[in-house]
T-cell receptor
Framework: DVKVTQSSRYLVKRTGEKVFLECVQD?????MFWYRQDPGLGLRLIYF???????EKGDIPEGYSVSREKKERFSLILESASTNQTSMYLC????????????FGPGTRLTVT | SQQGEEDPQALSIQEGENATMNCSYK?????LQWYRQNSGRGLVHLIL?????REKHSGRLRVTLDTSKKSSSLLITASRAADTASYFC?????????????FGKGTKLTVNP
């Protein structure tokens, strides 16, 4: 059974803290993605990666960075968390190329106080 | 990039009825995909239709794509209470030599027993 796992289901951090969200997939997928989901706004792409050490900005990269040191792991980093980064964060992975479905993790609900 | 727009935002029907959700988009696409999300969970892929296809079926799901109108519809026949969820359309678009998905804001479907 294919799997995308995320390090935490719920996370509470303070403003200004550095936050790491981890995502691991076991499907040998080349492409990995980070989204945030907010009520009424749907899913918005933050960053994606199509290979180890490669990254592409999505639609809302400001305030975030990413790291992909190994093929199976993609990390989202909030350098200095702010309250407007309180959100549900979803990780996904898929094969390189076009016309492939994405497989999603269960999500991390991050609250920044 | 432009997000897809689902219509309606919310839909409430009785068990056994059909549910139709629509999606419009603005750019050229490789494919259009539909995903389902149960409350507070990750997304699950339902069906993918390529840009050169007009209609596709999978079980009780029927998807149509009209690239001239830049629109798609998802029909769920003989709905069940278990179909209660949010449904998202996503357009596959090329960026940086890879493919990303651009999601709409979703339709919240409630199927009443």
């Amino acid at each position: 059974d294919v799997k995308v796992t995320q390090s935490s289901r719920y996370l509470v951090k303070r403003t200004g803290e550095k936050v790491f969200l981890e995502c691991v997939q076991d499907m040998d997928h080349e492409n990995m993605f980070w989204y945030r989901q907010d009520p009424g706004l749907g899913l918005r792409l933050i960053y994606f990666s199509y290979d180890v050490k490669m990254k592409e900005k999505g639609d809302i990269p400001e305030g975030y960075s990413v790291s992909r040191e190994k093929k199976e792991r993609f990390s989202l980093i909030l350098e200095s968390a702010s309250t407007n980064q309180t959100s549900m964060y979803l990780c996904a992975s898929t094969h390189r190329g076009r016309d492939y479905e994405q497989y999603f993790g269960p999500g991390t609900r991050l609250t920044v106080t | 990039s432009q997000q897809g727009e689902e219509d309606p935002q919310a839909l409430s029907i009785q068990e056994g009825e059909n549910a139709t959700m629509n999606c419009s988009y603005k750019t050229s696409i490789n494919n259009l995909q539909w995903y389902r999300q149960n409350s507070g969970r990750g997304l699950v892929h339902l069906i993918l239709i390529r840009s050169n296809e007009r209609e596709k079926h999978s079980g009780r799901l029927r998807v149509t794509l009209d690239t001239s109108k830049k629109s798609s519809s998802l029909l769920i026949t003989a709905s069940r209470a278990a179909d209660t969820a949010s449904y998202f359309c996503a357009t596959g678009q090329t960026q940086g030599g890879s493919e990303k998905l651009v999601f709409g804001k979703g339709t919240k479907l409630t199927v009443n027993p």
